[in-house]
């Protein structure tokens, strides 16, 4: 059984930061590609990056490019989403999530099947 859990969440303003990190434990397989998504009230749940675990080949959603990094500690078994320059529109449940083991980058949610609970990002203006 694996295990994800994202903390970081929390209320930022416009133009400031956050890190999430999202912790992963039990039958985890290092070979398994990361990725963070997010839904805000009403919308669906989107994606937003995603990391090969073995190389650290990444991938974004045009909206984050140059704004969030992707990254992963693999000694902690924790991945991790920088965001810098927080939009209004990037409020939302972020969602960790992991793939089976030597599956390919993605960006489709129903391709992941590990989730965490999801942390809360709030961005004032």
């Known amino acids: 059984q694996v295990q994800l859990v994202e903390s970081g969440g929390g209320l930022v303003q416009a133009g400031g930061s956050l890190r999430l990190s999202c912790a992963a434990s039990g039958r985890f397989f290092s070979s398994s590609p990361m990725g963070w998504f997010r839904q805000a009230p009403g919308k669906e749940r989107d994606f937003v990056a995603a990391?090969?675990?073995?190389?650290?080949?990444?991938y974004y959603t045009e909206s984050v490019k140059g704004r969030f990094t992707i990254s992963r500690d693999k000694l902690k078994n924790t991945v991790y989403l920088q965001m810098n320059d927080l939009k209004r529109e990037d409020a939302a449940v972020y969602y960790c999530a992991g793939r089976v083991p030597y599956s390919s980058l993605s960006s489709q949610s129903d391709e992941y099947t590990y989730w965490g609970q999801g942390t809360q990002v709030t961005v004032s203006s």
């Open positions: 990391i090969s675990w073995d190389d650290g080949n990444t």
